[in-house]
T-cell receptor, first 117, second 111 residues
Framework: ETGVTQTPRHLVMGMTNKKSLKCEQH?????MYWYKQSAKKPLELMFV???????ENNSVPSRFSPECPNSSHLFLHLHTLQPEDSALYLC????????????????FGEGSRLTVL | TQLLEQSPQFLSIQEGENLTVYCNSS?????LQWYRQEPGEGPVLLVT?????EVKKLKRLTFQFGDARKDSSLHITAAQPGDTGLYLC???????????FGKGTKLTVNP
């Protein structure tokens, strides 16, 4: 138990569906992240939120729409996805860091395994 | 071109053997982290190294950061089935706090 909970754990959707992934952290952290993990590729950073404000959008297609209503919750809204979007989507959180250029510890959830048919 | 090269990509060994996995680059890093991701789970941080030449030990795991801060190694002594997982290195560069991950080494320790 890392203190970061993701739901659902598994999701199968068609290309015309709209679905959402949810992430909740119980660690009191101020930063939350969405990562995409595909086979044979490195973990790809998608979005970063600090104090509910989006600070990073790593050129993610608009069919992925993040929402961060507060520092404890993060959503990823999905619509008109493509089969190549099938992957494990990982949410993570971290504390604010006092030292620029030094990454703090990321606490990851267990991930949501997405399959797009 | 990948910023980080992790090797080997796959490693399958017997319980009790020793092993070393590597994380290499031509770039200099401010800090480097190692994570382990077990099947069906998210990655979990093992260690952070920030000083060139630094060596850190975590039970049977020994982590080394290269003198030039361009590479790192993870050595496991007397591997156990519980060590099975994907070992990921991640780095920050310059003044950025953004973590960049390697593809990982998938380790299987057979009983």
């Amino acid at each position: 138990e890392t203190g970061v909970t993701q739901t659902p754990r598994h999701l199968v959707m068609g290309m015309t569906n709209k679905k959402s992934l949810k992430c909740e952290q119980h660690l009191g952290h101020n930063a939350m992240y969405w990562y995409k993990q595909s086979a044979k590729k490195p973990l790809e950073l998608m979005f970063v939120y600090n104090f509910k404000e989006q600070t990073e959008n790593n050129s993610v297609p608009s069919r992925f729409s993040p929402e961060c209503p507060n520092s404890s919750h993060l959503f990823l809204h999905l619509h008109t996805l493509q089969p190549e979007d099938s992957a494990l989507y990982l949410c993570a959180s971290s504390q604010d860091r006092a030292d620029p250029g030094r990454a703090g510890e990321l606490f990851f959830g267990e991930g949501s395994r997405l399959t797009v048919l | 071109t990948q910023l980080l090269e992790q090797s080997p990509q796959f490693l399958s060994i017997q319980e009790g053997e020793n092993l070393t996995v590597y994380c290499n680059s031509s770039s200099v890093f401010s800090s480097l982290q190692w994570y382990r991701q077990e099947p069906g789970e998210g990655p979990v941080l093992l260690v952070t190294v920030v000083t060139g030449g630094e060596v850190k030990k975590l039970k049977r795991l020994t982590f080394q950061f290269g003198d030039a801060r361009k590479d790192s190694s993870l050595h496991i002594t007397a591997a156990q089935p519980g060590d099975t997982g994907l070992y990921l290195c991640a780095v920050t560069q310059g003044g950025s706090e953004k973590l960049v991950f390697g593809k990982g080494t998938k380790l299987t320790v057979n009983p």
